[in-house]
C-alpha cells in the first residue's frame, strides 16, 4: 500500500519542479501534478510502493503533453478562431454601455438605500480599499459585525441590480411580443 501522504512530502517539490521545467508555468505546472497524484489515488493500477515514484512521474509527464497540445491546438488553426471570438471586445455596444449606466445608477441608490452604519462600512471598503479589520478598528466594532455589515449590504446590491435585470428582461419580452 502506498502512503501518500509521504509520497507527497517526498516528491511533490520535486514533481512540480519537473513539470515547471516542461511547462515554463508555475501554475499549469502546480496544477498538473495535483492532477498527477490525484489520477494515482484513483487508479485502481496504482503501482507498489517501490514503483510510485516512477508512475507518478511517468503520469505527470504524460499530462505535460496532452496539455501541450492542447494549447498548440488552441493557439493554431480552429482553436485561434475560437480564441479570438472568446476575447471580450474592448468596445461596448451603445447599448451595453447604456445598460451599464442604468445598473450604476441602480447601485448608487441600492448603496443610498443602506442602513447608515452598512452603508458606511461598504464605503470604506469598496471606496477607501480599508480591510475588514482596519474598518472595525476605526469605527470601534468587531471585525464579525464588519463582516456581517459587509455580507448585508452586498446581498443587498445584489438583490437591487437582479431585481433592476428581472424588470429589464421583463420590459424586453413585452416590447417584443407586440
Given at each position: 500500500?502506498?502512503?501518500?501522504?509521504?509520497?507527497?512530502?517526498?516528491?511533490?517539490?520535486?514533481?512540480?519542479?519537473?513539470?515547471?521545467?516542461?511547462?515554463?508555468?508555475?501554475?499549469?505546472?502546480?496544477?498538473?501534478?495535483?492532477?498527477?497524484?490525484?489520477?494515482?489515488?484513483?487508479?485502481?493500477?496504482?503501482?507498489?510502493?517501490?514503483?510510485?515514484?516512477?508512475?507518478?512521474?511517468?503520469?505527470?509527464?504524460?499530462?505535460?503533453?496532452?496539455?501541450?497540445?492542447?494549447?498548440?491546438?488552441h493557439?493554431?488553426?480552429?482553436?485561434?478562431?475560437?480564441?479570438?471570438?472568446?476575447?471580450?471586445?474592448?468596445?461596448?455596444?451603445?447599448?451595453?454601455?447604456?445598460?451599464?449606466?442604468?445598473?450604476?445608477?441602480?447601485?448608487?441608490?441600492?448603496?443610498?438605500?443602506?442602513?447608515?452604519?452598512?452603508r458606511?462600512?461598504?464605503?470604506?471598503?469598496?471606496e477607501?480599499g480599508?480591510?475588514?479589520?482596519?474598518?472595525?478598528?476605526?469605527?470601534?466594532?468587531?471585525?464579525?459585525?464588519?463582516?456581517?455589515?459587509?455580507?448585508?449590504?452586498?446581498?443587498?446590491?445584489?438583490?437591487?441590480i437582479?431585481?433592476?435585470?428581472?424588470?429589464?428582461?421583463?420590459?424586453?419580452?413585452?416590447?417584443?411580443?407586440?
Amino acid at each position: 500500500m502506498i502512503d501518500f501522504d509521504a509520497l507527497f512530502r517526498n516528491h511533490g517539490k520535486d514533481l512540480r519542479h519537473f513539470l515547471r521545467r516542461r511547462l515554463a508555468c508555475s501554475d499549469a505546472a502546480a496544477d498538473l501534478a495535483q492532477e498527477a497524484f490525484l489520477r494515482m489515488l484513483r487508479s485502481a493500477d496504482a503501482p507498489n510502493a517501490l514503483d510510485a515514484r516512477a508512475y507518478l512521474f511517468r503520469t505527470a509527464a504524460n499530462l505535460a503533453i496532452d496539455y501541450q497540445r492542447n494549447r498548440r491546438h488552441h493557439l493554431t488553426g480552429e482553436g485561434a478562431d475560437a480564441a479570438l471570438a472568446d476575447l471580450a471586445d474592448p468596445q461596448p455596444s451603445p447599448e451595453k454601455l447604456a445598460l451599464s449606466r442604468e445598473e450604476w445608477q441602480v447601485l448608487l441608490r441600492a448603496i443610498a438605500d443602506l442602513p447608515p452604519r452598512g452603508r458606511q462600512v461598504f464605503l470604506l471598503h469598496k471606496e477607501a480599499g480599508l480591510s475588514h479589520t482596519a474598518i472595525s478598528q476605526r469605527l470601534g466594532i468587531s471585525r464579525n459585525t464588519v463582516v456581517v455589515h459587509m455580507m448585508r449590504a452586498l446581498a443587498h446590491c445584489r438583490r437591487a441590480i437582479a431585481a433592476h435585470r428581472a424588470l429589464e428582461a421583463a420590459g424586453k419580452e413585452s416590447s417584443q411580443s407586440q
